[in-house]
C-alpha cells in the first residue's frame, strides 16, 4: 500500500456517518410547544390570592418600564431641542 492508500471502504464510511447523525438527534434537545396548558407542580401549589399578587406586581413592573420610556424620550426631545 502507498501513500494515502486505506482499508476503510465507502460502505464503512457511510456507515459512521449514520451512526454519528444517529447520535445527534438524541444529543439535540427538542423544542417545546406551548400548549397552553397550565403548567402545575405537586411540590408548589399557586392560590388565587397568590396569583392576584404576581399580576398585580407584573402589572406595576410593566407601569413603570413604561413611565422610564416616556421619561427618557422627553428628556432626549429637551436635548434635541437645546442642541438646535
Excluded: C, H
Aim: glycine letters at 6%.
Amino acid at each position: 500500500m502507498g501513500k494515502g492508500d486505506t482499508s476503510i471502504t465507502n460502505e464503512e464510511v457511510k456507515l459512521a456517518l449514520e451512526e454519528m447523525d444517529e447520535e445527534e438527534q438524541g444529543l439535540r434537545p427538542k423544542k417545546i410547544q406551548p400548549t397552553g396548558t397550565e403548567i402545575v407542580s405537586p411540590m408548589f401549589i399557586v392560590t388565587p390570592a397568590m396569583a392576584n399578587m404576581a399580576k398585580e406586581r407584573v402589572d406595576k413592573l410593566i407601569a413603570d418600564k413604561k413611565k422610564k420610556a416616556a421619561q427618557y424620550i422627553l428628556e432626549r426631545d429637551e436635548k434635541l431641542k437645546a442642541i438646535g
